[in-house]
């Protein structure tokens, strides 16, 4: 679920009214020009992505918006493939109020097709505090990452940091400690598998966890985040460059080693993470979300801790980057009730609401104030791996081109089948880029 910018932090939201005083959740909302207010009623329809987070949290939150709004009847539905439901009913003009579309759903297709609402006037009304805008409660850098031509379509909700994972209660068993440079990788994994373990699997189905979770980060750290910056830009040449080749190469000595898992090319990200619970895997990359994704079959003696992916010596990023990702909620143009849409999400991004969500889902969210809490155990890592880090990026690019991500998905299995080198692996991708770099009906972006 996930361009360059620094991490940052949204205030609590609350609904903004006009003369009077009301607690977050009531049921007015301001008219164009603020001089007047209406009645939050009538359905209100929110669909969202059933991921590793589930439903339970927006559902209770539609259930008490709704009690706040007696004339408000919400309704909160969702699947695990949803972008499936409400692509036809997109085009069909049927669309929710509010949605969640997930990580398969070509937002940025959306907006170029006008299918979502411009934002910028609920932005610019009352922040839940009073003091400012809306607007003024988000971090600039984060909203530019929902911008289009100078309009916001996008907002975030939970932030998801990207790293790689061990078990702690194993490691110190062993006498191992989590590998900080890719040297120690390489020793701590000899050790890992004199112990007849693997040493890393990984979600071999969907080839975007190991490239946001090895190829990227790694080229980031042997050539700065310059490398990485310039293959989000579809600069010709970036995406077979000397960084980019390097990580291949890295990713490839890990396979003909024998240190990653047999078969995982070939596992789903719940069969390879099921690997990693029961012990029969010792790392894993994934994001934040693995804890609660993995709750239902995590055995009771296992642990998970984040860290971030072994940096290169003598490389040229600083060994303190890290990807982080958002997933994006937004207001179909079509919505039959969008001011209650946008009211229930103010609602769901309040500081209380925020808080809660740290507390039952283990996750940071992009909503200031709501780390200040006991947080939960599996958390303290990331958060403070995210609070010291000089560099903080997303990669848009699996976002904005997804034609050249599955090409360079593809290639990246084809590697790890032992049918591509890795300079044949960086040649295939730059292809994938090149292409994408002249067809003039793909819209170009551009990482600020």
Known sequence: MKGIFQWFAISALAISVVGCSQPAGSAKVSEPGGSTTKELKGDLEVVAFKGGYGLDQYEKAGKEFGEKNPDLKVKVTGDPRVWLQLRPRLV???????????????????????????????????????????????????????????????????????????????????????????????????????????????????????????????????GGIEAVNDAQNLVPGAWKSDALLKAATMIDELNKKGYLQAGAVGMSHTESQTQFVNGKAAMIPCGSWLPSEMKEVTPPTAKMQFFLPPVVDGGKGDPSTMLIGVEPWMIPNDAKNPDAGIELFRYMTSLPKAKEFVETKNTLMAIKGSDEVK??????????????????????????????????????????????????????????????????????????
């Open 375 to 448: 947080l939960p155990e599996v958390l303290v890592p990331q958060s403070a791996a995210l609070k010291a880090a000089k560099t903080v990026w997303s990669n848009q690019f699996r976002s904005w081109y997804k034609a050249a991500e599955k090409d360079i998905e593809g290639a990246l299995t084809s590697m790890l089948n032992g049918e591509l080198t890795p300079r044949q692996f960086v040649d295939r991708c730059e292809a994938a880029a090149e292409k994408t770099r002249k067809d003039s009906s793909i819209p170009k972006y551009k990482v600020s």
């Open 92 to 222: 069909a003009g049927t669309p929710p109020d509010l949605m969640f579309p997930g990580w398969d759903m070509d937002v940025w297709a959306l907006i170029e097709e006008g299918q979502l609402k411009p934002l910028d006037e609920a932005l610019d009304q009352p922040a839940a505090d009073g003091k400012g805008t809306w607007r003024d409660s988000f971090d600039p850098n984060v909203l530019k990452l929902g911008q289009k031509d100078g309009k916001t379509y996008l907002l975030p909700y939970y932030v998801m940091t990207y790293g790689w994972w061990f078990d702690p209660g194993v490691f110190t068993k062993n006498g191992w400690t989590a590998p900080k440079t890719y040297a120690e990788l390489l020793t701590l994994c000899e050790k890992i598998k004199a112990k007849g373990i693997a040493p890393i699997t990984y979600q071999g189905q969907y080839p975007y966890y190991m490239v946001e979770g090895m190829l990227l980060p790694w080229a980031a750290s042997i």
